[in-house]
Every structure is written in structure tokens, then in C-alpha cells.
């Protein structure tokens, strides 16, 4: 029987062996040959010293921080989720640095998209000191949970010596865990303002790949911020969007209004409505005698010849060529239609797509004295193309000004929550859009600076809107109100008591708002799981108290520690989700857990009999399972000999995999 691991995925272990993967012949005994590892790779090292780099003081603390594997976990609180038993949906409380890594193993490469909204370090945000030795003793000091000094956290204030270095050091080790957590077509979208946002490029450059670089989106905040004597206003922030590989695939946005409209046209041939747009040349309107390639005619249904003619907003990307006019006339997607048979309304709407005079003035235009002949270039037909609405969506521009600013955004706070409890949170139609040109059914949507929990609100939101099941895992650090803060005096003394309001308020609203839909599929419920150290106590090997120790070994669990305690934290060392279906059954008094349909079958009850474990055995057969683990607890057995009778009794049944914590 083996010992369960108590500790977070050992990411450099992990990072190791895929190297050894990659180059098995650079390993000699177990360790990294480096001068045969360059000698695989060409010698593409730079030997000069002074070369393009991003750093800063700290950096590489900040790397050793990432890879330290955490030695804590996550408990369950039933009595603060909503739907326990059936939601897919995550609250997670705690330090998100240590939540990061405890991730690591059950969402590696499971998240398709990251929104977060860090502190901007405007000198007013708090940003607080990792401890590379104990993160969780030092989330424990953070949150007040134990006494101690030095460890709260406090405003970066710009007369600090290490005024970015700070920040930086914050945010390297979490967005490099974040990144482990992409899916290969997954996304990340980071808020930020003008304080940070040249630091964030470089670093993100440095994490994600500069390749991976997406777009930098400018929101309008609806406010404007920070004009004094020495600097301009701004009514902007800034959202850096960073892929993980070129696998991911921005979508488009959902076409309303005119765009709508335009496809109303059907044959009824199966392939649903389409547009009809006028096929035109772009670029400049040049002569034929100058650019012969790109000028020439096409032939009307009487014969004649037509030349299109341009620019075009709507088609600006397309060029007329022969070819392409003959696929298309060979596919059925060219439609002529003659101006002198043009309707009223056609007519209107041919004078919005061009003006004639317009189309003279680009015709003539030319540094030449030659006069230039038109009237051929003039015909009653015009040519369109047929332009399917199925799969058809809007291009996303990096300049969004037509989503709702700062006020919206706390407004929908105050009337769900009844007062100005948070500040600044973000609009639920920024976040919207992030995850509609992003996700699809069934994603993961992670915010570990979740706030006041805008995005779970938009999650739960656009899935009733677009008919998906989008799932959230949003992680917040239970940071204490101010006691002189609308929020601490209306009831809240974390942050993190906003946020799962918010998010229990919101679905009960868009519950109620839409009484005529069916909302059996939506989620509006969470699961609260609150960092913590591990259940299991760690040997201390101090001799003067030997003896005591020797006591507290026999019985390696925590005092108040529970059985899903536990549970949760053997999900966690598996890699498992931490959503997945959770039954108990009872034999002999004993407590079963059976997770994912026989994968993993745990009992952590005390005195274990053999009958027990032949019932275990046996739930085996009942799951059909391919593969199936058990977890005791060490102490579980009376002595050697019982424990050493059921591991026989295991193996009888194809169990071969059995751990003991």
C-alpha cells in the first residue's frame, strides 16, 4: 500500500520529464547533460551578455515561487454553495498564487478561456508579499486567520523603492500557473490601465510567447481618471489578449440591426437566407492602362461589359479577378440585376452603397492632363454576389466603445446588492463579449481576481441568452472590508462575501426574468471550496518532543478535520475535478465515497473490517469500471496483518492500485 503525495503537482519534475520526452539522450544518471542538451538544439545560444531581456529585482524569486508545489488544500463548505449536489461551478476562497497550484493536476489544460482584472497599481492597490518557504502560513497572516506581524496587506505607494517590481513579482508566478491551466486553444484576457500596461506587454511576451500576441482591446470606461497638471486624462482601459498556441481561433460577434436585416433573401435550396452585396473592385480606382491585371471587365446578361467598381467598406478585403467571379458564376452566386428595373426601395438603397458622382470623382482621379473616357465604365446592370447567413458573424475591432462603461457596471452591483458595495466592478457586456467570441458549450471560464464576481454573472447570464452551459471557477482572497466601508456596515466583512451574493442574487434574478424559457439546463449554483493547510499533519522532527510526536503519528490527521475534508484533498493529489459526481453508500457503518462512477473509491472510517472491504471489491463490478483506485486512511486497519488481508482481497478483483494517507 502507497503513501498519497501530500503535496501540489511538482511542476518542475513535470517539466523535466517532458524534456526527457523530447531529448532522452541529454540525461546521464538522472540529471541533465546541458552541453549535450546544446548540441541537440544547434548551439543556439547567444554568448553576448547584453542582449534584449525583460527584468526586474525579484524575478527570479518570482520563478522559484511559481515552482514550489503547494502543500495545502482546498475544504468544502456546503453550508455557502448554492446546488452542492448538481452544480459544475466553482467559488473558490483563498490566495490565488497557492489555489493556482493546487489547480495544477485537476485543470491542466482544461480552461478554454482567463479573464482577470488585476490590481492596476495605481499606488492606491494592495499588493501583498509571497513567502517562497510557507504561502499558506503567510495567506493564513494575510487573512487574519492566525497573529502575527508584517504580513497585511498594504498600498503600493509610488515612493516605494520597488514601486513595479512589486507588482511584477505578483503577478509573474500567477500568470505563469495560469498559462499550465490553457487549454492548447484556450485564451487569456488581462484588464489594465495606462500604469501597467507597457510591464504587462513585456511580461505576457515573456509567459505566452510575443507570437501569441492577440490584440490589445481599448474599452471606454464611461469616466475619466488621472488629469492633473502633469498628465492627460483618461476615459480608457486597456484588455491584453494572449492565446496559448496558434491553436486558438477568435470568433466573430453575432450580427444584429442592419447587418441582420440584410440577409433576407431565401431560395429555398436548403442553404438557408442570404444577402445580396454588390460585387465591386477595391483599392483605388485606377486606369486600366495602369494596373492591367487588376481592370477588366465582366460580361452582363446582355452581353455587355460590366466593370466593378470601388471601394467598398463592406468588402474591402475582396478583389475582383476573373477567376473568382467564375466560381462564383459557376457555384450560382452571382445575381444581376438591371438599374432601369430597380423598385423604389432599390433604388434607395443603391444610392446608400454609392453615389455616381462619388464613382466619377475616383474614375478621374489621376495626376495625368489626359482626359479619361467613363461611359463605358457606366451600365445599368450591376452584378451581386449571394452571401449565406449560416456561419456568418461580425469581425471584433480592438476599439470597443458600444459596451456599457464603469456606472453600468456598478449599477447592476447596487441593485442586485442594495447599495455601493464594491468599487469599479466591470460591465457584464465587456465580459460578455470577451467569452462569446471566445467559448462555446461546455467551456471553462477561471477568474482568480474574481471580485465582486462580474464574470460568473456573465457567464450565467449569456448562457440563458445563447443556450449554453458554460462553467466558472472563480477565485477570490477573502481580504477584509474597510470598517468604515459601505460594504462592511451593510453586512460584509470579506470580499469574498460580495462576490458569492452577487453570484446567488444574479441567478435567482435570471430566474425570475425569464419565466417563459426552459431553464432546466442552467447552472446558477456554486460550490464553495476555501484554501486551507493540508488535513494531514506533517512529521515534525523535533527530538525533545519525540515522544509526542510519536503519539500524534499514530493518528496523521488534522483535529476538525472531516471526512470530505479529506476527500477533497485526495481529488486534489489525483488530479480529479473537483466537480465530478460524488455518492455515498453505507456498509457495517461505514461511510463509502464513490467519485466518478468507480474511478475512485474512498473510506476514511476507523476499525475497516474485511466484509467492508469485499463490498468495495465488489462496487468495482456493479461500476464496470476499467480502472478503479481505493484510498484508506492509514490508520483505518486494526494491525499489519488486516491491512495485508485486504490489499489480497483488492487484487482478487483487478484493484491493484491502493493508497493509504
Given at each position: 500500500m502507497t503513501q498519497l503525495d501530500g503535496k501540489s503537482m511538482d511542476i518542475v519534475s513535470d517539466n523535466i520529464e517532458k524534456l526527457r520526452e523530447l531529448f532522452p539522450e541529454v540525461f546521464s544518471e538522472g540529471k541533465i547533460d546541458f552541453k549535450k542538451l546544446e548540441e541537440e538544439l544547434g548551439h543556439i545560444i547567444d554568448p553576448d551578455?547584453?542582449?534584449?531581456?525583460?527584468?526586474?529585482?525579484?524575478?527570479?524569486?518570482?520563478?522559484?515561487?511559481?515552482?514550489?508545489?503547494?502543500?495545502?488544500?482546498?475544504?468544502?463548505?456546503?453550508?455557502?454553495?448554492?446546488?452542492?449536489?448538481?452544480?459544475?461551478?466553482?467559488?473558490?476562497?483563498?490566495?490565488?498564487?497557492?489555489?493556482?497550484?493546487?489547480?495544477?493536476?485537476?485543470?491542466?489544460?482544461?480552461?478554454?478561456?482567463?479573464?482577470?482584472?488585476?490590481?492596476?497599481?495605481?499606488?492606491?492597490?494592495?499588493?501583498?508579499?509571497?513567502?517562497?518557504?510557507?504561502?499558506?502560513?503567510?495567506?493564513?497572516?494575510?487573512?487574519?486567520?492566525?497573529?502575527?506581524e508584517g504580513k497585511k496587506l498594504s498600498a503600493n505607494a509610488e515612493t516605494n523603492g520597488r514601486y513595479h517590481s512589486d507588482w511584477l513579482n505578483m503577478m509573474y508566478p500567477r500568470l505563469k500557473l495560469a498559462r499550465n491551466l490553457l487549454r492548447d486553444d484556450g485564451v487569456i484576457f488581462i484588464s489594465i490601465d495606462d500604469n501597467e500596461v507597457v510591464n504587462l506587454r513585456k511580461l505576457c511576451d515573456e509567459i505566452f510567447g510575443e507570437d501569441n500576441f492577440r490584440g490589445d482591446i481599448i474599452r471606454a470606461t464611461g469616466t475619466t481618471t488621472g488629469q492633473d497638471a502633469r498628465k492627460v486624462g483618461s476615459s480608457f482601459d486597456y484588455t491584453l489578449c494572449y492565446s496559448k498556441s496558434d491553436a486558438y481561433k477568435m470568433g466573430g460577434l453575432p450580427l444584429v440591426g442592419k447587418d441582420l436585416n440584410r440577409f433576407n433573401n431565401d431560395d429555398n435550396d436548403g442553404k438557408g437566407k442570404y444577402a445580396l452585396l454588390q460585387l465591386r473592385k477595391t483599392g483605388n480606382a485606377d486606369r486600366k492602362e495602369d494596373r492591367e491585371n487588376m481592370f477588366f471587365p465582366i460580361l452582363a446578361p446582355d452581353g455587355s461589359e460590366v466593370y466593378p467598381i470601388g471601394p467598398t467598406d463592406y468588402l474591402s478585403r475582396w478583389r475582383v479577378a476573373k477567376k473568382s467571379y467564375e466560381a462564383f458564376l459557376t457555384e450560382g452566386l452571382i445575381v444581376w440585376k438591371n438599374n432601369e428595373n430597380l423598385d423604389e426601395q432599390e433604388a434607395d438603397e443603391e444610392d446608400d452603397e454609392q453615389d455616381d458622382d462619388d464613382v466619377n470623382e475616383d474614375l478621374n482621379t489621376s495626376n495625368e492632363t489626359e482626359e479619361i473616357d467613363i461611359s463605358k465604365y457606366k451600365s445599368t446592370w450591376k452584378p451581386y454576389v449571394k452571401y449565406y447567413l449560416s456561419g456568418r458573424t461580425k469581425q471584433v475591432s480592438n476599439l470597443w466603445t458600444d459596451v456599457d462603461g464603469n456606472k453600468k457596471g456598478s449599477i447592476v452591483v447596487r441593485d442586485l446588492l442594495g447599495k455601493k458595495v464594491f468599487d469599479n466592478p466591470k460591465p457584464l457586456g465587456f465580459i460578455s463579449r470577451m467569452i462569446s467570441v471566445s467559448c462555446a458549450?461546455?467551456?471553462?471560464?477561471?477568474?482568480?481576481?474574481?471580485?465582486?464576481?462580474?464574470?460568473?454573472?456573465?457567464?450565467?447570464q449569456l448562457n440563458i441568452d445563447e443556450i449554453k452551459n458554460r462553467q466558472f471557477i472563480m477565485v477570490q482572497l477573502p481580504e477584509e472590508t474597510d470598517k468604515k466601508s459601505i460594504a462592511y456596515k451593510s453586512g460584509y466583512s470579506k470580499l469574498s462575501e460580495i462576490g458569492k451574493e452577487r453570484i446567488r442574487r444574479a441567478g435567482d434574478k435570471i430566474i425570475a426574468n425569464n419565466p417563459n424559457k426552459d431553464l432546466s439546463g442552467l447552472d446558477i449554483g456554486f460550490k464553495v471550496l476555501k484554501l486551507d493547510s493540508s488535513n494531514i499533519k506533517a512529521w515534525d522532527g523535533d527530538f525533545e518532543n519525540l515522544q509526542d510526536?510519536?503519539?500524534?503519528?499514530?493518528?496523521?490527521?488534522?483535529?476538525?478535520?472531516?471526512?470530505?475534508?479529506?476527500?477533497?484533498?485526495v481529488l486534489l493529489k489525483y488530479?480529479?475535478?473537483?466537480?465530478?459526481?460524488?455518492?455515498?453508500k453505507a456498509i457495517n457503518g461505514s461511510k463509502i465515497y464513490v467519485i466518478g462512477f468507480g474511478a475512485l473509491i474512498v473510506c476514511f472510517d476507523d476499525h475497516i473490517t474485511l466484509d467492508t472491504v469485499k463490498y468495495i471489491a465488489k462496487l468495482k463490478e456493479e461500476y464496470e469500471s476499467e480502472i478503479t483506485r481505493v484510498v484508506f486512511k492509514d490508520s483505518s486497519f486494526a494491525d499489519a496483518v488486516v491491512k495485508t488481508n485486504a490489499l489480497q482481497t483488492l487484487k482478487q478483483f483487478g484493484i491493484d492500485e491502493v493508497v493509504s494517507i
Open positions: 551578455t547584453e542582449r534584449y531581456n525583460f527584468t526586474w529585482a525579484g524575478k527570479t524569486e518570482a520563478k522559484r515561487i511559481a515552482q514550489t508545489p503547494s502543500t495545502g488544500t482546498l475544504r468544502p463548505s456546503k453550508e455557502d454553495s448554492k446546488n452542492w449536489d448538481t452544480t459544475q461551478n466553482l467559488y473558490i476562497e483563498g490566495d490565488n498564487l497557492e489555489v493556482l497550484k493546487l489547480l495544477q493536476k485537476s485543470y491542466h489544460k482544461k480552461v478554454k478561456m482567463i479573464y482577470i482584472d488585476p490590481p492596476y497599481n495605481t499606488g492606491k492597490d494592495f499588493v501583498y508579499k509571497d513567502n517562497f518557504h510557507d504561502n499558506i502560513q503567510n495567506y493564513l497572516e494575510i487573512t487574519s486567520q492566525v497573529d502575527s458549450e461546455n467551456d471553462i471560464i477561471l477568474d482568480f481576481f474574481s471580485g465582486s464576481a462580474s464574470t460568473a454573472h456573465a457567464i450565467m510526536n510519536l503519539i500524534d503519528a499514530i493518528d496523521n490527521i488534522k483535529e476538525g478535520r472531516s471526512a470530505e475534508d479529506l476527500l477533497y484533498e488530479g480529479l475535478d473537483l466537480t465530478l459526481p460524488i455518492e455515498e
